[in-house]
């Protein structure tokens, strides 16, 4: 909401009416999300954090939080003021706004977690609701039932099956109040799901993840992991995700990373009555203090020691203030992180300054034990902490959908370098999902001629190759067009064709990253992927001048080339026409299977369309354009991360390949693989069609169906319920996102198509 200061701040705005309650994204990472809630009282930027407010107990004042923090919403409990007649009056008459002195969101709790913590509460469901919506709150809380940890799972079953019972009477008497459904369901993953799939088909406007106060106290941050995604994934994607109860930011950069678009605590306040000071890392008391864990301004002219010494009522409202501010500032790091394509490394690096929240982190990005390996000696072995996080038993394989949720949200490629973060890089969903496509869709063209048996491995430099392989590859086109060229990177074998893809080729770390001579064991397995696992390995080290020698020089030596037939390899260079067709076939290499990769086409399909294309290239050897033989420029390489862009032409020539029909809804077609189908289309509505083929964005409202394949980042095809190509562009989301949100860019147009182009 901006930068914090003195002085009164100005009201909030009113969102437009035909807006309020809905949810847009503006920006995203992986699940990670920004977001616009749009309310009576202003639109809330998310992620965000609600401080709790208790109206009897003002550690910080609303109005404080308003104005110096920029803070666009708070919570504060119903109950506490239905209770209090003093307070109930004064909300009744003037509102809970005026109550508060607060001008911005006020979302209010409903007394389920009072009714945990000191036993049954004495309100109805309905009427609850109903004194919420009375005093004007922008939006309320439905009385659910609370599970807690040491229930069975017959009883935790009971308060899912009660709070959704609930649901149709709250929900009557909300009126146009936006109402929370929590979501319960204890440690059991599918009654988890079942509260999400049965609250999400009711008209709530957010979905908190409650009963999680108590994870947290445990410091049980794996199944703090495991609740939100037996949770999130089943929920409406066009509702905000609150995490009811958690307000330490240590927990941020995880949560977010997973989904979760609201928090609310008051730990702020509560911690600081304890001298207990919130950090990124964890609490640390006041009491021993000499340096302060991070510099706040509240504190910028004060020592902990001079601290100590303030009266208590001024110590519990400084630290107080010191808590938000430490929060808010981490609230800010992930936000940017979002903006930034950070969000999981910031995760990553926050995971290692607790233990709990490394367990957690390493179980999410770790693959479940392998059931084909097991042998009963290596039951009880555990050889490191990644192997530890493993699922065993029972429970292996059975969170692999939630991983993949968390995988297919994430855009690849993407710009920017990658920085080495040993194991774990490996493990960062992104890079999960270049690894998987790259296995999915690219093979080797199986030409006949020399090589066709072999493989050359090249190691032991980082790129960028092509100035100092192009002469190489040129010969080694002409005399064993059969050979593929892998390169090893650091997080996997790469097609030479495929030099300049992000992440492979930009990852930044030590030297010996690039250095180390590849296992051959590794290397066959990975292979075997890419449907090469019997083929000979022929390693060649790229480091140092020499390298056409080296090369040549263990071709010979494995037998690829006969040292009689051959001798001219060695001693002769290739003349201009051999060198110009063999580089003219490398580029066509090059085009070609980045469209089979990135855009998902057929590999005959885009041999045909190439065939006797031609492609304008820089000085450097780098094809900036692709032109088919009728002269249409297609697609274009780009520099910054390896990827491909189309352009009308190509558009209009890829979408007359389209073979399968037009999709209706968004959900996928059973037993369809999606493999080599082309890039997904977006079916539109008429009414956005004409602003569509002037080249304008698309707009969540306006989408009828999708492909299920398609993930932010993805080329995609805009088209009407004709199946007429309407433009092209790069989507904002995944099919779920299509399906639910009506406020929002969909797709970012890259390009209209106007009738007469047809």
Same mark, same amino acid.
């Given at each position: 909401?901006?930068?914090?200061?003195?002085?009164?701040?100005?009201?909030?705005?009113?969102?437009?009416?035909?807006?309020?309650?809905?949810?847009?994204?503006?920006?995203?990472?992986?699940?990670?999300?920004?977001?616009?809630?749009?309310?009576?009282?202003?639109?809330?930027?998310?992620?965000?954090?609600?401080?709790?407010?208790?109206?009897?107990?003002?550690?910080?004042?609303?109005?404080?939080?308003?104005?110096?923090?920029?803070?666009?919403?708070?919570?504060?409990?119903?109950?506490?003021?239905?209770?209090?007649?003093?307070?109930?009056?004064?909300?009744?008459?003037?509102?809970?706004?005026?109550?508060?002195?607060?001008?911005?969101?006020?979302?209010?709790?409903?007394?389920?977690?009072?009714?945990?913590?000191?036993?049954?509460?004495?309100?109805?469901?309905?009427?609850?609701?109903?004194?919420?919506?009375?005093?004007?709150?922008?939006?309320?809380?439905?009385?659910?039932?609370?599970?807690?940890?040491?229930?069975?799972?017959?009883?935790?079953?009971?308060?899912?099956?009660?709070?959704?019972?609930?649901?149709?009477?709250?929900?009557?008497?909300?009126?146009?109040?936006?109402?929370?459904?929590?979501?319960?369901?204890?440690?059991?993953?599918?009654?988890?799901?079942?509260?999400?799939?049965?609250?999400?088909?009711?008209?709530?406007?957010?979905?908190?993840?409650?009963?999680?106060?108590?994870?947290?106290?445990?410091?049980?941050?794996?199944?703090?992991?495991?609740?939100?995604?037996?949770?999130?994934?089943?929920?409406?994607?066009?509702?905000?995700?609150?995490?009811?109860?958690?307000?330490?930011?240590?927990?941020?950069?995880?949560?977010?990373?997973?989904?979760?678009?609201?928090?609310?605590?008051?730990?702020?306040?509560?911690?600081?009555?304890?001298?207990?000071?919130?950090?990124?890392?964890?609490?640390?008391?006041?009491?021993?203090?000499?340096?302060?864990?991070?510099?706040?301004?509240?504190?910028?002219?004060?020592?902990?020691?001079?601290?100590?010494?303030?009266?208590?009522?001024?110590?519990?409202?400084?630290?107080?203030?010191?808590?938000?501010?430490?929060?808010?500032?981490?609230?800010?790091?992930?936000?940017?992180?979002?903006?930034?394509?950070?969000?999981?490394?910031?995760?990553?690096?926050?995971?290692?300054?607790?233990?709990?929240?490394?367990?957690?982190?390493?179980?999410?990005?770790?693959?479940?034990?392998?059931?084909?390996?097991?042998?009963?000696?290596?039951?009880?072995?555990?050889?490191?902490?990644?192997?530890?996080?493993?699922?065993?038993?029972?429970?292996?394989?059975?969170?692999?959908?939630?991983?993949?949720?968390?995988?297919?949200?994430?855009?690849?490629?993407?710009?920017?370098?990658?920085?080495?973060?040993?194991?774990?890089?490996?493990?960062?969903?992104?890079?999960?999902?270049?690894?998987?496509?790259?296995?999915?869709?690219?093979?080797?063209?199986?030409?006949?001629?020399?090589?066709?048996?072999?493989?050359?491995?090249?190691? !032991?430099?980082?790129?960028? &190759? +092509?100035? #100092?392989?192009?002469? $190489?590859?040129? /010969?080694? %086109?002409?005399?064993?067009? =059969?050979?593929?060229?892998?390169?090893?990177?650091?997080?996997?074998?790469?097609?030479?064709?495929?030099?300049?893809?992000?992440?492979?080729?930009?990852?930044? !770390?030590?030297?010996?990253? &690039? +250095?180390? #001579?590849?296992?051959? $064991?590794?290397? /066959?397995? %990975?292979?075997?992927?890419? =449907?090469?696992?019997?083929?000979?390995?022929?390693?060649?080290?790229?480091?140092?001048?020499?390298?056409?020698?080296?090369?040549?020089?263990?071709?010979?030596?494995?037998?690829?080339?006969?040292?009689?037939?051959?001798?001219?390899?060695?001693?002769?260079?290739?003349?201009?026409?051999?060198?110009?067709?063999?580089?003219?076939?490398?580029?066509?290499?090059?085009?070609?299977?980045?469209?089979?990769?990135?855009?998902?086409?057929?590999?005959?399909?885009?041999?045909?369309?190439?065939?006797?294309?031609?492609?304008?290239?820089?000085?450097?050897?780098?094809?900036?354009?692709?032109?088919?033989?009728?002269?249409?420029?297609?697609?274009?390489?780009?520099?910054?991360?390896?990827?491909?862009?189309?352009?009308?032409?190509?558009?209009?020539?890829?979408?007359?390949?389209?073979?399968?029909?037009?999709?209706?809804?968004?959900?996928?077609?059973?037993?369809?693989?999606?493999?080599?189908?082309?890039?997904?289309?977006?079916?539109?509505?008429?009414?956005?069609?004409?602003?569509?083929?002037?080249?304008?964005?698309?707009?969540?409202?306006?989408?009828?169906?999708?492909?299920?394949?398609?993930?932010?980042?993805?080329?995609?095809?805009?088209?009407?319920?004709?199946?007429?190509?309407?433009?092209?562009?790069?989507?904002?989301?995944?099919?779920?996102?299509?399906?639910?949100?009506?406020?929002?860019?969909?797709?970012?147009?890259?390009?209209?198509?106007?009738?007469?182009?047809?």
């Amino acid at each position: 909401m901006g930068a914090w200061k003195e002085g009164r701040r100005e009201d909030p705005t009113p969102c437009r009416e035909v807006d309020r309650g809905l949810f847009e994204i503006t920006a995203r990472d992986g699940r990670g999300r920004l977001g616009r809630l749009h309310t009576e009282h202003g639109i809330l930027e998310t992620p965000a954090l609600l401080p709790v407010i208790n109206p009897n107990i003002r550690t910080i004042e609303p109005r404080e939080m308003w104005d110096r923090y920029g803070i666009g919403a708070l919570s504060t409990n119903s109950y506490i003021i239905w209770k209090h007649e003093g307070l109930k009056d004064v909300a009744t008459s003037d509102g809970v706004h005026t109550l508060l002195d607060y001008p911005g969101v006020i979302m209010t709790d409903s007394g389920t977690f009072q009714a945990y913590v000191y036993g049954d509460v004495e309100v109805g469901v309905e009427e609850i609701v109903e004194f919420q919506r009375s005093i004007g709150v922008d939006i309320a809380t439905m009385l659910d039932v609370f599970s807690r940890p040491d229930m069975t799972e017959e009883q935790v079953a009971q308060c899912v099956q009660e709070t959704l019972e609930r649901a149709p009477a709250s929900i009557a008497a909300s009126g146009t109040t936006m109402l929370n459904g929590p979501i319960q369901g204890g440690l059991f993953k599918q009654l988890r799901t079942q509260s999400a799939q049965g609250m999400g088909e009711f008209d709530f406007a957010i979905h908190p993840i409650g009963g999680i106060v108590p994870v947290m106290e445990r410091h049980l941050y794996k199944d703090y992991a495991k609740i939100m995604l037996a949770s999130i994934p089943y929920l409406p994607s066009n509702r905000p995700v609150h995490m009811f109860g958690c307000g330490h930011p240590m927990l941020f950069p995880m949560s977010i990373a997973l989904g979760a678009d609201l928090f609310d605590s008051a730990a702020y306040a509560l911690f600081a009555r304890d001298g207990r000071l919130l950090t990124p890392w964890g609490t640390q008391k006041i009491a021993t203090m000499v340096e302060w864990p991070e510099r706040m301004p509240c504190v910028a002219h004060l020592t902990p020691a001079e601290v100590r010494e303030m009266e208590k009522k001024d110590k519990i409202a400084l630290l107080a203030r010191y808590n938000l501010e430490v929060t808010l500032a981490e609230l800010d790091r992930c936000k940017q992180a979002i903006r930034d394509g950070t969000l999981w490394r910031l995760t990553e690096r926050r995971s290692h300054q607790h233990p709990a929240l490394r367990e957690a982190f390493l179980w999410l990005s770790t693959n479940p034990h392998n059931k084909k390996l097991d042998l009963q000696f290596l039951e009880d072995l555990v050889l490191d902490d990644r192997d530890a996080a493993r699922d065993r038993d029972v429970n292996a394989g059975k969170w692999e959908h939630a991983w993949n949720w968390i995988v297919d949200s994430q855009e690849s490629p993407r710009k920017g370098g990658e920085p080495w973060g040993g194991e774990d890089t490996n493990s960062r969903p992104h890079v999960h999902a270049a690894q998987s496509a790259l296995k999915l869709h690219w093979r080797p063209q199986n030409r006949e001629g020399k090589g066709k048996e072999e493989v050359l491995v090249a190691y !032991g430099t980082s790129g960028p &190759w +092509r100035e #100092r392989l192009s002469d $190489l590859m040129a /010969r080694l %086109e002409h005399h064993c067009p =059969g050979l593929e060229v892998m390169i090893q990177t650091p997080i996997g074998l790469l097609p030479y064709s495929l030099e300049d893809l992000n992440p492979f080729t930009h990852i930044d !770390g030590p030297q010996w990253l &690039w +250095r180390r #001579r590849p296992n051959p $064991l590794s290397v /066959r397995e %990975e292979l075997k992927h890419f =449907g090469m696992g019997e083929r000979r390995v022929i390693l060649v080290d790229l480091l140092g001048d020499g390298i056409q020698s080296r090369a040549i020089d263990a071709l010979f030596d494995a037998g690829v080339f006969d040292g009689e037939s051959d001798s001219d390899v060695r001693l002769q260079p290739l003349d201009k026409e051999q060198r110009d067709e063999a580089k003219l076939r490398l580029q066509r290499r090059h085009v070609a299977d980045k469209m089979v990769l990135l855009l998902n086409l057929e590999r005959e399909t885009v041999d045909d369309m190439l065939n006797d294309s031609t492609f304008v290239v820089n000085r450097l050897g780098r094809v900036k354009n692709a032109i088919l033989s009728n002269g249409t420029h297609i697609v274009s390489p780009r520099l910054t991360d390896g990827g491909l862009s189309i352009t009308d032409g190509g558009a209009l020539e890829i979408h007359a390949q389209r073979t399968i029909p037009l999709p209706h809804g968004f959900e996928a077609i059973e037993n369809q693989s999606s493999v080599s189908m082309g890039p997904a289309w977006v079916v539109l509505d008429e009414d956005a069609e004409p602003f569509v083929r002037q080249g304008r964005n698309v707009f969540h409202g306006f989408i009828l169906g999708c492909d299920s394949w398609i993930s932010p980042g993805d080329t995609c095809l805009l088209v009407n319920l004709k199946g007429e190509l309407l433009g092209h562009g790069i989507s904002q989301c995944t099919p779920a996102d299509m399906q639910f949100f009506r406020k929002g860019v969909a797709v970012k147009t890259r390009g209209g198509i106007k009738e007469d182009s047809v």
